[in-house]
């Protein structure tokens, strides 16, 4: 199959092709299959090399051996060929396919095409401002290549790029236009249902040695809290998750069954606060203990951990508020009781011995609590590289190694005091967090994940035991990074001690935040709220598209009279002899525009006779008018124009 | 490429030009459009270059324009041993007077034709380049004024003839013009053939203007107007030179005013007190195809590297 000559592509246009293949198909690099990755790469050096030594490129059935094989490799990777990750990993493998396959613009339109719809499926997988800046630029590239493409050997590099950049700049009004008026859907808008949300670290609803301190290693935000009343002291911000109320010897589970409404007395002044919660594909929402009110939409079971219907997928924020001080189910039903009073049957001996003494010694719940406070401050190391522990983990960690994290702390503890007969359950959740000075929001990481402990004493209620103050005050006190030794694996991000690194983490965070808060988080609600704040309340989405409609109409209007308005004022002798040039097209005569009018006369002489003087007299009175001496008089022009028009 | 002009009421006076001009046809046949190139640029006040084989009548059309323009005229054979002062001139000792007299060479004269000028030496080319550039020479120490009207008409044989220097890219630059003369149609030569030889008929023309209405008409030239949209027209031309990737550089600016002036000249050859596009575009494969070097062989820019610039170009 040949290409006709006009079609054929540009030998110097491949270049920026290559460039916008890459500048689309690379950040997709950090999140597919290498060996995905590593096969484009190939494809496309493949192809630099044949147009770098200009040779052949590969013929027909190679590439269709090429098309069976990458189909063939993603079907093995992903067992389909659709749904986010197959569909974009096809998209990328035949973008690199078809740079070998660069015959002429028509392939050259399927790459930059395809470049622009690549552009989007980033946004599947991240929102954040990197990759908006790099679509940005990958945009500009794409548009310049589009340009180069259509552009001759006159245009420059230089000048392509100058022109996409202005193309880009005036798309922005309609980008916003767009952003703020489209009807938006609640949910996520780049989010797909399948697979779009494994992954995700957070907290589980089970708590086993080891399961906090490793997610503590993660420096991911957890959440943000920005408080609307004074924020409170350090050492209460219990941020409350899952409660653990079954043991089976290793394992925390919560309990599954439905008890009554939570009873609550407030002792403080509510505190509130907004929360942004990133996903983390669980029910629950990390409200500050005790949550006093609650949204729509939200509930708080028996063990006060506040729920929602769905999982958290995406980033979501909700107005809450919290009595710090407070008494809970002072009556808990003896149902609840006895559950938190189980303990398996045979595992650790010596910890149910230890608590058995306490009790026998006739000493009150209070005392016991003390003492195994006390206990703990002793001699344990606060760690997060515990050592591994057997089945009776509980004797071993009390009795031989001595050494845990939170999980630890608060699971032998509650064990303690169930074996002594008081009512207890492990509380899971985050504690403390880091206000960052900037945009005063608290920012709470998985590292500030932890684990505390719950008992009920008669009259008093639930009352919070955080064995891990008695081990080491400095992490409810300051945080994490000052209660562990220098040298645990925390992450470096959280670990920063020099102030300027601090600082600029917190400008960068401060700056995600309000990317989260202000652009990903401009939601129906927030659409609705400026909307009416522009006075138009009540807005569904059809009155949405048509306000849309008519303000991309408006804008499109504006432009269009600034480009006549910025047109060159066109020379009414022009205009004249354009008007002479439409009469002759409809005869068949066009002018090319390299064309002289006298050349043009001689060859309506030659093809039409008849015409031949009249067009000549248009001809000389508009010569002499364009290109003569101050002769502004076009009475002569129109005329002639006029006749020849008869 | 004749596109004689019907723009009647512009017609300026009787043109004595227009005799110059069929009269030097009678004599070189069927290169009307030559001819009138070579009067073009000396009326625009250039220099010229005829390039084409020997015996096409290079120095019978240099011979006859000297004659019609009534100009006094010299001639200087290049050859590979011609020197700087054979053109120049030299000062003898007068033994008599025991001073130094300088005898003035061929170059002081009105119209000097510089035939097969590729077959001298580089040294002796500039000697004479230098007196068309400044309009004066410095010999001995003592520089004396060339003549006014001064024009150079240069011939040369194809640079890849034997024993010739092709003249370099700076020197060709100083001729406005450069015109190939090429064979003539057989209806011409037929006529040729039957008339004999035509240089010698050429020392029978008179002068149809006195060389002291040159100058006038020089300036009636220069006066000619060009309209804003036709220096736009000249630009863009110039301009698409430098963006076309067929040629190793673009035209310079001089090259600009080259062209602009000779197309000034080929208007008032056509009794035209305005340029038009027309002018530009017939003068334009003479001014510039010796200024142009084409990326691909190298060598001067063809007709058809003339005709698809021109065609690239949109007319303002």
């Not at chain 1, 650790?348 to 703990?376: H, S």
């Not at chain 2, 009138?36 to 625009?44: G, I, K, M, Q, S």
């Not at chain 2, 025991?98 to 000028?117: C, H, K, N, T």
């Not at chain 2, 030239?221 to 736009?232: F, K, Y």
Request: with cysteine; proline share 7%; net charge neutral.
């Amino acid at each position: 199959m040949s290409t006709r000559a006009d079609q054929a592509l540009e030998r110097q246009a491949s270049p920026w092709l290559f460039a916008s293949a890459v500048a689309t198909a690379a950040p997709h690099v950090s999140h597919q299959a290498y060996w995905l990755s590593a096969l484009s790469l190939l494809l496309l050096l493949w192809a630099v090399r044949l147009w770098w030594k200009d040779e052949r490129l590969p013929g027909r059935w190679l590439l269709i051996l090429l098309v069976v094989a990458g189909c063939a490799g993603i079907l093995i990777e992903f067992r389909t060929l659709f749904g986010r990750d197959a569909g974009v990993a096809m998209l990328v493998v035949f973008m690199a396919m078809k740079l070998l396959e660069l015959k002429s613009r028509r392939d050259a339109m399927v790459v930059v095409v395809l470049g622009y719809f690549l552009l989007l499926t980033h946004y599947l997988y991240s929102q954040s401002i990197p990759t908006g800046i790099w679509l940005l630029f990958a945009l500009w590239l794409l548009t310049t290549t589009l340009i180069r493409l259509h552009g001759g050997p006159s245009n420059t590099g230089g000048a392509s790029l100058r022109y996409a950049a202005r193309l880009c700049l005036q798309a922005i009004p309609f980008m916003l236009v767009l952003y703020l008026l489209f009807p938006r859907i609640s949910g996520p808008l780049w989010g797909l249902p399948s697979d779009a949300h494994a992954g995700m670290t957070g907290l589980s609803d089970s708590m086993s040695p080891g399961s906090i301190s490793r997610l503590a290693q993660s420096a991911d935000i957890a959440f943000r809290a920005r408080f609307i009343d004074a924020p409170p002291a350090k050492h209460k911000l219990y941020w409350r998750g899952p409660v653990l109320e079954n043991f089976d010897g290793t394992t925390w589970r919560p309990h599954t069954g439905q008890g009554a409404a939570a009873a609550l007395d407030r002792m403080s002044p509510p505190v509130r606060y907004e929360l942004t919660l990133e996903a983390h594909n669980q029910r629950w929402i990390l409200a500050l203990d005790a949550p006093v009110s609650l949204p729509e939409g939200i509930f708080l079971n028996a063990a006060l951990a506040a729920t929602q219907r769905q999982p958290v997928t995406e980033r979501q924020r909700f107005a809450l508020a919290a009595s710090l001080d407070y008494r809970f189910n002072a009556d808990e039903d003896p149902q609840t009781l006895q559950r938190n009073l189980s303990i398996p049957a045979q595992a650790n001996p010596k910890t149910r011995a230890l608590a058995l003494g306490w009790r026998q010694t006739g000493l009150r719940p209070e005392e016991i609590i003390r003492k195994a406070q006390d206990l703990f401050a002793a001699e344990f190391t606060y760690t997060l590289q515990p050592p591994l522990l057997g089945p009776n983990g509980i004797d071993e960690f009390l009795f031989v190694t001595r050494r845990g994290f939170c999980e630890h702390y608060a699971g032998a503890f509650v064990f303690l005091m169930r074996a002594a007969g008081i009512p207890a359950r492990v509380v899971t959740g985050y504690q403390g967090g880091e206000l960052n000075p900037l945009d005063g929001h608290l920012v709470v990481r998985q590292s500030d994940a932890h684990a505390w402990a719950e008992v009920w004493l008669e009259g008093r209620g639930w009352l919070r035991v955080d064995p891990t103050a008695s081990v080491s005050p400095a992490r409810i006190e300051t945080g994490i990074v000052d209660a562990l030794a220098f040298g645990e694996p925390l992450p470096a991000l959280v670990q920063l001690r020099a102030d300027w690194l601090r600082n600029l983490r917190y400008r960068w965070e401060a700056v995600n935040n309000a990317w989260n808060q202000h652009i990903l988080g401009y939601d129906p609600q927030r659409q609705r709220e400026l909307l009416s704040r522009l006075g138009l309340p009540d807005t569904d989405w059809r009155s949405l598209a048509t306000l849309m409609g008519i303000v991309c109409g408006i804008l499109l209007a504006a432009t269009t009279a600034w480009t006549l308005y910025q047109r060159p004022r066109i020379d009414p002798a022009l205009r004249l002899w354009h008007k002479a040039l439409r009469q002759l097209a409809r005869r068949q005569v066009h002018c090319a525009p390299w064309e002289t009018p006298m050349a043009l006369a001689q060859r309506v002489r030659e093809q039409h006779p008849e015409l031949g003087e009249a067009f000549q007299n248009v001809v000389d009175a508009y010569l002499r008018v364009r290109y003569g001496d101050a002769n502004d008089n076009l009475t002569p022009l129109r005329d002639a124009v006029a006749r020849f028009e008869q | 490429m004749m596109l004689k002009s019907k723009l009647s009421a512009l017609a300026g006076p009787p043109q004595p030009f227009d005799q110059i001009l069929s009269e030097a046809g009678q004599i070189i046949l069927g290169k009307h459009t030559e001819i009138r190139l070579a009067v073009a640029c000396l009326l625009a006040g250039g220099h010229l270059l005829i390039e084409d084989l020997p015996g096409m009548g290079k120095t019978t059309l240099a011979h006859a324009l000297a004659r019609l323009l009534g100009l006094q005229f010299s001639r200087i054979q290049f050859t590979s041993d011609l020197l700087p002062a054979d053109i120049t001139g030299v000062s003898i000792f007068e033994r008599d007077k025991s001073e130094f007299r300088f005898l003035p060479g061929p170059v002081f004269a009105q119209l000097v034709l510089a035939d097969e000028i590729n077959r001298a030496t580089p040294k002796t080319q500039s000697a004479l380049l230098e007196a068309m550039e400044e309009g004066q020479v410095t010999a001995e120490g003592q520089t004396r004024p060339l003549p006014q009207p001064f024009f150079v008409i240069a011939t040369q044989n194809p640079a890849h003839q034997i024993g010739t220097f092709p003249l370099p890219e700076s020197q060709l630059d100083r001729f406005l013009m450069r015109i190939e003369l090429g064979y003539p149609d057989p209806s011409a030569e037929r006529a040729l053939l039957a008339a004999g030889g035509q240089r010698n008929r050429a020392d029978t023309l008179s002068s149809r203007i006195s060389p002291t209405e040159l100058p006038a008409v020089q300036q009636a030239v220069a006066q000619v107007h060009a309209a804003p949209p036709l220096i736009d027209y000249v630009q863009a031309l110039v301009d698409a030179t430098r963006h076309d990737p067929a040629f190793q550089h673009g035209l310079s600016p001089r090259a600009g005013l080259a062209l602009l002036s000779a197309a000034r000249a080929w208007a008032w050859l056509d009794g035209r007190k305005m340029v038009i596009p027309d002018d530009v575009q017939a003068v334009l494969p003479a001014v510039a195809r010796h200024r142009l070097r084409t990326t691909q062989t190298g060598g001067h820019a063809q007709m058809e590297d003339i005709t698809r610039l021109i065609r690239s170009v949109a007319i303002p």
